[in-house]
């Protein structure tokens, strides 16, 4: 008889009296934390996990985890824990600014890494994304993203204690460590992967392995493939000749989440992260955990019940700790996962994505459009906002949100593919085509920013593109996040090809070794590094100070002309008497020649602003002229309607 033909009202009491029961109960810290969020986990199994006769056994496993775990959290992190309840928004302020780095191309080594961060501080950052470093296979390991143990640093990097250090020693330095949690796949030299195939029966239902190809051919008949250069389809042939899910590389082998056993092995890697000082795991392809036959296998609902039980657990034993959503989907499906009760920060991959469209096109409205359309989040959240990532940039605008302004979509992605690999005539970008599939047309483009926006080819408006796509991350709200190095402007790593390891992987040219003589000529104003690094640190600290900068909340503001964005970012409270504030108004011209805004379209605003950049006064009653590329904050306040 399964679970769900069975009475479960009995077993909240029949948990809490099995942690009361513990040699070291819980205590009341701890118990009230349980007693809040204890029913949410339960209603998520058994949504679930119902219909399973293991599900409370499982759960039941997993609360031991909860009082484990924050029985041996540190003090220092249990003070952060309190700090983070207490104001649950911190990541809102306007002083917060991330940067992402793998560490042994930026500094060699996590002990290494420790002389890197007065220069952090220096920039101002609040945030530190390391990209994957945990134990993985050597050659083919897709930059960390193949798992084979969670417990361990990969060989040359260091080990877990001295991430545990460098976690410390950030967090003095009022940084806060961000890591992946690689939560959809395990490598397949992982403990759990091996023992699954040798036919271990605790370990066998950890992925979905099948004997024969009926079922993926089902499967395949509603999936797409991710990576076809790799691999056909969402299978691979292990060697004996059964057939495993791989959605994404032939050796990063999908989790079984349908075993409640998948869910508490990997909510115990979970914990064991936080306890390392960990503040925010990035939780990677979150639109894959969960396979349902008919279906694209995609942001299914049960991925959202999963997202929450992981939340719920840590809401229990590491409530200082936040999910970061990494969903690169359709733009309704990305919105999805961004919930308190979810991931509390996302990544914005549709503004990165369109303000590269802008800059290609000479054209602010599709960008505009997602701005009014797409930017408003739950409270309690935020967008993560960039240029660039490590990855590759795939062009995942709506095609019906494209059509509106009279775009075709295919055709429109195929052309910025072109642009931004230099195949399209008169470009300026030097970006790399990565898993283009002759077939069907599809690509995506991988690069520095400074390789992108033409700084590379020497282009005359190379880096006020780059200051400029800079400027809309920075200004769009959420917590803005850096390539670090793109800070100085550096090139593409064009030697990639001549490493085995990363030759077939176009991503890498966009991986490139820590820039030390860029870094070195960062104060000098004759250089290009010199030159973006001033600008860049001049906007960074206008937004520490400037408060309308912090938060989400977005208006729109029309201009009427397509190469101008602009849009407002309100006070974060209003006039006492209702009316509102003042405001911050940006205006950016991704076009390549002077754009004019006339004085009627600043008729809502009193003609008194100051520009925050230049720090000057600045007369709206005659109209503004932005230059090529150029941006302007401005600070504003808008005429009482009537």
Known sequence: MSRLQTDITA?????????????????PELAARIEEHLPTLHSLFVQLYGDRDDSFDALASVMELVVDSWQRRPAALRDLDARRTADPTWFESPAMLGGVCYVDRYAGSLRALHEHIGYFQELGLTYLHLMPLFDSPAGEDDGGYAVSSYRKVREGLGTMEELAELAAALREA???????????????????ARRAVAGDPEFEDFYLIFEDRTLPDAYERTTREIFPEDHPGSFVQLGDGRWIWSTFYHFQWDLNYANPAVFRAMAEEMLFLAGQGVEVLRMDAVAFIWKRLGTPCESLPEAHLLLRAFN??????????????????????????????????????????????????????LLSQALVRRHALPEGTAWVNYVRSHDDIGWTFADEDAAELGIDGFSHRRFLNDFYTGRFPGSFARGAAFQENPRTGDARVAGTTAALAGVETADAGGEDRVLLAHAIALSTGGLPLLYLGDEVGQFNDHDHRNRPAEADDSRWVGRPMRPAQAYAARHDPRTVAGRIHARLRRMITVRKRTPELGGNALLPFDVPHPAVLGYQRPGLEERADGLPGQRVLVLANVGDHPARVPAVTFSGLEPGAHELLADEATDLGDGLTLPAHGVLWLRVTPRPAG
């Open 11 to 27: 077993d909240l009491p029949r948990l809490r009296a099995l942690l009361a029961a513990r040699p070291v109960p819980p205590e």
């Open 174 to 192: 009022g940084i806060s460590l961000v890591l992946d949690f690689i939560f959809n796949h395990t490598s397949d030299e992982h403990e759990w």
């Open 312 to 365: 719920a657990v840590l809401r229990m034993a590491a409530p200082g700790v936040l999910f970061k959503s990494e969903a690169i989907v359709h733009p309704d499906e990305v919105v999805e996962y961004i919930d308190p009760l979810e991931c509390q920060l996302s990544y914005n991959p549709l503004q990165m994505a369109l303000t590269w469209e802008a800059l290609a096109t000479r054209d602010a409205r």
